[in-house]
């Protein structure tokens, strides 16, 4: 089993190599909310890559642990991997409309379908039926996922592909993905301090908002990776989450304070995860 010592090293490294690059970006950039800042934390992105990459040449024996290697079964789960985070977005959409806190600007519903009024969708604008409608959401979001994918593979090779498994072999599954989803939260904690996803609630969202939504979204990425055997689908995810989830949400014009999007998010995302755990634990049991 990995030695405590190794775990905590390389939880430290992972930490101390995002905490101090994100300090640099708040520093030169002075607000963290743009678009030069953005060029910052995308390459802080890729920082758990170089950090595990150094860890298994100091740590050879944990080679073995790591979760990579590409497989029929990260077809399937790919699916899921870009459904669930679409079905997140809309849900939080849906409530947000029927209980009048704000309205979405990119669509407008109706029996008949959607009229789409913007957003950068590959199968254009316009009414669409029901058909259309998902398959152009779906075809966008999986595009846009594959190519946030890239940059998100720099966390996820550590976050699932690694951390995971070390983790939930020392501490169990449950206590170890949910350790995971505090230690990812954490990762951000420097920008969520300046304002970036919480600006107007910075020291709720970094200690309380942020951490509920990743150790929840853990459930479901532990899921997609126990499944096919790789963190390549959480990666999918991870970017999907980014891409078409982040823009739906993002273009939400709220009537009310953000703080009721932010807690709609999370209740979602909660009984999500919790469902995706409780799909683990019952192919454990079978």
Known sequence: MTTKKQICSYIAALLIVSWT??????????????????????GTMLTPLVVTIIFLARNKNLKEKLLWKPNFKIFITSFFAVFIPIIIAFAVVIIIQKLKY??????????SGVNVTGGPFFLGQGHQSWLLFSSNIFLTGSAFALLNAFIATGEEFAWRGLLQPLLTERFGLFKGVTILGIIWSMWHLPVLLNGYNYPDNPIVGSFILFPIRLIATSYFYAWLTLKSKSFIPASIAHGAGNGIQEAIVSNIKMDTSQIYENVITIVITGIIGLLFLALIYRKENS
């Open 102 to 111: 704000g309205q979405p600007e990119w669509f407008i519903f109706s029996k």
């Open 21 to 42: 690059i994100q300090i640099f970006a708040i520093i030169i950039t002075g607000d963290i909310n743009t678009d030069a800042a953005r060029v910052w934390l995308a």
